[in-house]
């Protein structure tokens, strides 16, 4: 069995602890994928990575910058977007700029 001190154990607590707070800073994070799913009622778009196959859906409010958009009806299935957001405290994914490709 690996013994590790106090003070190893503490520092790795505190590593983790800071690349969580990292992540979510509320630092602006630029992302470009296509669009999987348009959930216009609820201001949420699905969008896929596809160089890193990555999901995730960002929450579109009245602070959100569209480029290209009347409405968020006006993206569909397989569209190409990219923009930027931010990670709320509660995990969500915020968009601050969404654009149409």
């Not at 699905?46 to 995730?56: A, E, L, Q, S, V």
């Not at 968020?72 to 149409?100: F, N, R, S, W």
Request: proline share 3%; net charge positive.
């Amino acid at each position: 069995m690996v013994k590790i001190s106090r003070l190893s154990f503490s520092g790795i607590i505190f590593l983790l602890f800071f690349s969580f707070a990292v992540v979510t800073a509320g630092d602006a994070v630029h992302f470009s994928g296509i669009v999987k799913k348009v959930l216009p009622n609820k201001n949420k778009v699905g969008i896929k990575d596809p160089d890193t196959k990555k999901r995730f859906t960002v929450i579109v409010n009245e602070k959100t910058k569209p480029d290209g958009l009347k409405t968020l009806g006006d993206l569909k299935k397989k569209d190409k977007v990219e923009g930027e957001y931010t990670v709320t405290g509660a995990g969500l994914y915020i968009a601050l700029e969404l654009m149409k490709k």
